[in-house]
């Protein structure tokens, strides 16, 4: 069986490209700017674009794929700067992934959504639990500035469905929650100031002794998932028979800002701060994993086990 990922450079894709080939798959990364920290004698890296269709469907055809999974978007605060080139990427390029899938008889995609279609907490009652159940809001209308990012995604999951209940594609999204871990360069971190560079730098800093704030206000809660839960929700996915739901949420640790300084401070003995004065992110802050764990018997890794392996692995 040979995997496809597409957009293989990126912080989830460079982990899961070599959990699957660890686990005896032979694995194909295409990126636009292939990632040489990617060299497992099961891994080949080519160079690609998603919007070129024949270049893609070449691909799949030459390197004898049976399944994808579809990385390529872009994320965050560089959607709302260059918004043809989202466009373009995030929905023509997923469009050309599920068309070639099923004119070369793929058996699955997985690809990754987000949850921040789910909008803000403050669009759900106080202790609101979100599962998939809960309908995407359209957040983006009242937050222009923020981003076009979670109104691309929101099309992916239509464009999915047409292509699943049209043509039997198999395709499934993954709704991740707030990921980090080790390798996190993109992202969150390319917002306009680069407000989130924590997410990539909060356990870094502290276990080199440094102390990192989170640019956030400290009673903002957060729902954080492992890098290590997220790759292992997507291989489940993928190496199942027959998934009941056409996407899953990830699920994450809800924890608040001074909760996490804390935690981190406790398990490193350095500081972690925040920024009294920052507006609240508002993300959801309570989203179930339900169906993964009905499905796959998936579940979180604990938060502290989770950042003690971040540490392990610096």
């Known amino acids: 069986m040979t995997i496809l990922i597409i957009g293989a450079s990126g912080f989830i894709g460079v982990d899961l490209a070599n959990h699957l080939a660890d686990a005896g798959n032979n694995v194909v990364c295409m990126d636009v700017s292939p990632n040489e920290l990617l060299n497992h004698p099961s891994i080949e890296l080519v160079q690609g674009d998603v919007t070129d269709y024949e270049y893609l469907s070449d691909l799949i055809r030459t390197r004898d794929i049976g399944k994808i999974v579809n ?177 899953y949420n990830t699920g994450g640790h809800t924890i608040s800002v001074r909760d996490l300084a804390a935690l981190i401070e406790e398990l490193t003995g350095t500081s972690v701060t925040w920024n009294e004065n920052a507006e609240p992110w508002g993300r959801p802050p309570i989203v179930s994993h339900s169906r993964a764990a009905e499905d796959f018997g998936y579940d979180l890794t604990p938060l502290s086990d989770s950042i003690l392996d971040y540490i392990s692995r610096l």
């Open 71 to 247: 990385l390529s978007a872009i994320v965050g605060g560089a959607s709302h700067k260059f918004p043809t080139k989202a466009v373009a990427v995030n929905c023509m390029g997923f469009d050309n992934v599920l068309r070639a899938s099923v004119e070369n008889d793929l058996s699955r995609v997985v690809w990754t959504s987000t949850y921040g279609i789910y909008g803000k907490s403050y669009d759900y009652p106080e202790g609101h639990t979100i599962t998939e159940e809960s309908k995407p809001l359209p957040s983006y209308y009242r937050y222009p500035n923020e981003t076009l990012y979670a109104a691309t995604k929101q099309l992916n999951e239509h464009q999915s469905l047409v292509y699943a209940t049209n043509h039997g594609l198999s395709v499934h999204g993954v709704r991740p929650s707030l990921v980090f871990g080790p390798g996190r360069i993109r992202g969150y971190i390319t917002s306009p100031g680069r407000k989130f560079m924590w997410v990539a730098e909060f356990v870094q800093k502290a276990v080199a002794g440094e102390t990192c704030q989170i640019d956030l206000s400290p009673d903002d809660q957060l729902n954080m998932v492992y890098i290590n839960d997220a790759i292992r929700l997507i291989s489940l996915i993928l190496d199942s028979e027959s998934p009941s739901y056409p996407v």
